[in-house]
């Protein structure tokens, strides 16, 4: 082949590769710098409360200050707001008015998990146990027979609230138990989402029992005692309380090469940094640059920490009110890059996506154009020219990229907050890392693709 057909052929066909053919070798220190980071990042932050209180951290240090209403702000400063303990918005002010619209990345920082009922302790058998109900799509199956810790908040009638943490480090663990495989068989016969009903999952707590043979309840009690002397909790402070079980699993190099990060919660919260990571970095951007970590997109984005709340609406019309500007106005004129993982191809499951159109691992940030399932239902589908503006920009910063979607046509699909930022009139489109195993108690992603995503954070928050 000629160097002319050569030139024309790289010219017209699409030169989708692995990554680390296209990556220059001095970027590969940063990318395992930017990694250590996240890995530290997600070891702190397993809920949603506590990913609030990590970033705010991060912030802090990083010179951003509490935004209060009616603030003097100039380009330059650098601001944050928490909503409820749950979710932050963070602010760095532009050289243009907010008339010209904000450069926003929209991440979430809540994760599947198995949330406590609000009367969840019982004993049966001399066991005691926990009743839960599970938060968002899980696999049920996945979280039987897995170590779990325990984090929260209980808030008692007086108004102060306590921070529950149990499992963490050489701490006991606690475990969903099954059956075993002698007398599983009808069990077996099962479909598999069927195979572990919801109200299975309950949370083995101890087995040792407390004061004399002549009462009831021994075990649980003794569990009250420990709580009780541990933290001060009653069992009806258990109404007032968000106690979640997580994986007792800490984010780890996975492959012999430790090219990819195993953990519990990479959806989101790989994207969520990417989004806070990006932000903290930027001195002083031509349009204001937003970053939202919201709560409760697992179920919807419904609920006061949700992206359907008007907490974000508020925080963006405060801003504007200083300027002078309409929030209509700021948001006709923004863009919002939707940042939530995508399912990376598996192949070792071929038959439920379409390989032209799939994302894969090591192939930098996923963009999709559209999520939703069948026919696109529930996705806000951005135009052709939000899409040539992202390629554009993530080119200009030499950000690796490919387009995708979830899945083959009609077997499946997901949602993102995507939706919920075009209904405001703000272009919007889906990207974040290809994941293998979402949704799963441990899930894995490559430090390629994590690192590609912190820098496509980083071009929109500077784009014009």
């Known amino acids: 082949m000629n160097d002319e057909r050569k030139t024309q052929r790289e010219k017209l066909l699409s030169q989708r590769k692995n990554g680390y053919d296209r990556v220059p070798a001095q970027e590969i220190p940063a990318m395992e710098r930017y990694c250590s980071l996240y890995k530290t990042f997600l070891h702190q932050g397993k809920t949603e409360r506590e990913c609030a209180r990590v970033a705010v951290e991060l ?3 990083a010179g951003f200050k509490p935004y209060e209403r009616g603030m003097e702000l100039k380009p330059g400063d650098r601001i944050y707001r928490v909503n409820r303990g749950k979710s932050v918005m963070l602010a760095v002010i532009g050289k243009q008015s907010l008339e010209k619209g904000a450069q926003i990345v929209a991440a ?26 599970y938060y968002g799509g899980i696999r049920k199956y996945q979280w039987v027979t897995i170590p779990l810790e325990l984090h929260g908040v209980v808030a008692k009638k007086d108004g102060t609230v306590v921070e529950v943490k ?47 043979e002549d009462e009831k309840d021994r075990v649980k009690m003794q569990i009250l005692e420990k709580l009780y002397e541990k933290y001060g909790i009653t069992e009806d402070d258990f109404t007032s309380a968000e106690l979640e079980a997580v ?8 492959g012999l090469d430790a090219s990819l990060i195993g953990a519990y ?13 990006g932000i903290l970095e930027l001195a002083e951007p031509e349009k204001t640059a937003v970053c939202m970590l919201a709560d409760k997109e697992e179920i919807g984005s419904m609920g006061v ?30 863009f919002c890059l939707s940042c939530d993982v995508t399912a990376a191809y598996d192949p070792n499951f071929p038959e439920v996506f379409e390989k032209r159109n799939a994302a894969f691992v090591n192939h930098g940030v996923g963009l999709c154009k559209y999520t939703g399932a069948r026919g696109k239902s529930g996705a806000s589908d951005a135009s052709a020219e939000t899409v040539a503006y992202v390629r554009r920009v993530l080119d200009e910063a030499d950000v690796l990229w490919h387009i995708s979607e979830l899945g083959k046509v009609d077997a499946g699909g997901g949602g993102t907050v995507a939706m ?12 974040g890392v290809p994941v293998l195993s979402m949704h799963a108690p441990f899930e894995t992603v490559a430090k390629l693709d994590c690192y590609m995503t912190y820098k496509a954070c980083k071009a929109i928050y500077e784009a014009e």
Request: aromatic share 6%; net charge negative; proline share 8%.
């Open 166 to 212: 149990l499992g963490e480090d050489k701490e006991p663990k606690f475990v969903i138990t099954d059956l075993l495989p002698h007398l599983g068989g009808e069990q077996g016969k099962k479909p598999l989402n069927e195979a572990v009903p919801g109200e299975s999952l309950n949370i083995l707590l101890g087995s040792c029992p407390s004061g004399e």
């Open 305 to 334: 920490t949700g992206m359907q709340s008007a907490a974000f609406d508020t925080f963006l019309h405060d801003l504007c009110d200083g300027q002078g500007v309409p929030l209509r106005a700021c948001f006709e004129n923004s």
């Open 420 to 431: 919920y930022m075009a209904n405001r009139n703000i272009a919007t489109l889906d990207a």
């Open 265 to 277: 919660g990479h959806d989101d919260r790989v994207c969520g940094f990417a989004a806070l990571q």
């Open 59 to 61: 912030a802090e240090k």
């Open 247 to 254: 994986p007792a699993a800490a984010p780890t190099d996975i």
């Open 108 to 133: 979430h920082i809540d994760s599947p998990r198995l949330d406590l009922k609000p009367n969840p302790l019982y004993e049966d058998s001399e066991l005691a146990f926990f009743k839960t109900h």
